[in-house]
């Protein structure tokens, strides 16, 4: 089956610096998305893109679609404690009404302030 | 406008105990979607529905495990009987089921199975 592979599996940053995260992929997808979770809650939707290439901000934080589209990069810059949570990818190959997604097993950031 | 809700937000029971987790997903989203995450094995999405109808059920681990949506606003996932091995937390989340729409998850349900 699909998989999707984020590492390393944790990241310890001070708070200001900028942070890049990876999501790979053994497959094709049309759609990746970036959630982030934190502690005692459900992942929250970051960023989609829906474009091979496609480059996408959202505040400090910037996303790209990669033209292989097996992967996919989320930068954050200059990092705050609050950043600290979960990052996941996920990706979606849409056929029709298949809105499956498939989910990386996600970065633990920690920021040092 | 609510979120996905799920109730319990948390649940310890007993090995054999019978376990419903309830899910509302937001009005107006006709895919709902059930997953399950453990620290080994990340989010696993084990089935979901589009017009109340089961489309993918391919993750459900076993036959302990059955989930039903009878309306456009309510689904369950049922473990019967329930095993240590079960206890996680699970997430609910729904779409408008367009290709590419995204899913808004709930807060989940912690399950501790003793």
């Known amino acids: 089956g699909q998989q999707l592979n984020q590492s390393p599996q944790s990241m310890f940053i001070q708070e200001g610096e900028d942070v890049s995260m990876n999501c790979t992929s053994s497959?094709?997808?049309?759609?990746w998305l970036w959630y982030k979770q934190d502690p005692g809650e459900g992942p929250v939707l970051l960023i989609a893109?829906?474009?091979?290439?496609e480059l996408t901000s959202n505040g400090r934080l910037t996303a790209q679609f990669g033209i292989t589209r097996k992967d996919s990069f989320l930068n954050i810059s200059a990092s705050i404690p609050s950043d600290v949570g979960i990052y996941f990818c996920?990706?979606?190959?849409?056929?029709?009404?298949?809105?499956?997604?498939?989910f990386g097993k996600g970065i633990t950031l920690s920021v040092r302030p | 406008d609510a979120g996905v809700i799920q109730s319990p937000r948390h649940e310890v029971t007993e090995m054999g105990q019978e376990v419903t987790l309830r899910c509302k997903p937001i009005?107006?989203?006709?895919?709902l979607f059930w997953y399950r995450q453990t620290m080994m094995r990340g989010l696993e999405l084990l089935i979901y529905?589009?017009?109340?109808?089961?489309?993918?059920d391919s993750g459900m681990p076993e036959d302990r495990f059955s989930a039903k949506m009878p309306n456009a606003s309510f689904s369950t996932l049922k473990i019967q009987p329930s095993e240590p091995r079960d206890s996680a937390v699970y997430f609910c989340?729904?779409?408008?089921?367009?290709?590419?729409?995204?899913?808004?998850f709930g807060p989940g349900t912690r399950l501790l199975v003793l």
């Open positions: 989340a729904s779409s408008t089921g367009l290709a590419g729409q995204t899913q808004y």
């Open positions: 497959s094709i997808f049309n759609t």
């Open positions: 893109l829906y474009k091979a290439g």
């Open positions: 996920a990706g979606q190959l849409r056929t029709g009404a298949n809105s499956k997604l498939t």
């Open positions: 009005s107006g989203h006709n895919s």
């Open positions: 529905f589009n017009n109340n109808v089961p489309i993918d």
